[in-house]
């Protein structure tokens, strides 16, 4: 028999989006994932402590405020199968999800699978990484191990800039890293940047290696031009060089931008094909926040539950 709603994606957003559509008495089923995209629970399994989700005026672990919507959704009657879908097919009804070990049918899916930070390639990178290394300084730069210290940001677009010019309000210095010697931001974010007092800024320079004891202590860059390393002290260091959505098992089935993330018609979250609705990160390449992923996924889910009871099917 078809599910009534399979949700792809245990983030916030599919999180979110379970609760609700749980409640509704939908019987969501949930597709955590397991190895494609990483991990199940999204980006909030790799951050450590989350200051700015409502609610917790304390902070929470990432990966506490996860199990804690996990624990939720399953309160209510959420079905969760901890697998990757490999294929989908949205060509006809009910839909068809399908893995080496399974297939599902369902009459309505949401897509919540999220995106994950471009990271570079590199072992001390990977050892540091939330203990001083992010890809999220709205998430992690106003932690107090980062206040009054000199955080680093590696990238050279807008995005780059903006994350720099947040983090300058609580660092003592921010070093942007970029390693060609013109950013590719547009003008208006690269004159924020030259105009900052206490951004400064590294042109042809390539991270080299990260370093310290439990926690990042410094850096040493590479000039792209000379091979000249320097070392440069510092508290934080945060990536900034794009992400990536994880659509790559839809890509054929939903359309989607020219980066790949899953166009919505908004403000609701309905994709090209009816009955197929996409939340968080996966449709948004620009915010990227916990709190505005849940809040698609509660979108979602109430967009779902009608368009069920429209076609006769909730």
Known sequence: MAKKLVIIGSGPSGLTAAIYAARADLQPVVIEGFMKGGQPGGQLMTTTEVENFPGFPEGIDGPELIDRMKKQAARFGTEFIMEDMDTVDFSSRPFTLSNSTR??????????????????????????WSKGISACATCDGALPIFRNQVIAVIGGGDSAIEEA?????????VLLIHRRDEFRASKAMQKRAFENPKIEIVFDSVLE???????????????????????????????????TPNTGFVKNAL??????????KSPSTATSVEGVFAAGDVTDPHYRQAISAAGTGCVAALDAERWLQANGLG
Not at 103 to 128: E, Q, R
């Open 255 to 264: 359309e989607v931008d020219a980066k790949g993330y899953i166009k919505v």
């Open 209 to 243: 290696e990260a370093y310290g004891g439990q926690f990042l202590e410094g850096i040493k860059l590479k000039n792209v031009k000379t091979s000249q390393i320097s070392d440069y002290a510092c508290k934080g260091l945060f990536m900034s060089i794009g992400h």
């Open 165 to 173: 010019s947040f983090l300058s309000r609580f660092a003592s210095k």
């Open 103 to 128: 297939t599902i049918t369902a009459h309505s899916v949401i897509i919540a699978t999220g995106a994950s930070a471009m990271v570079l390639d590199l072992p001390s990178a990977k050892k540091f």
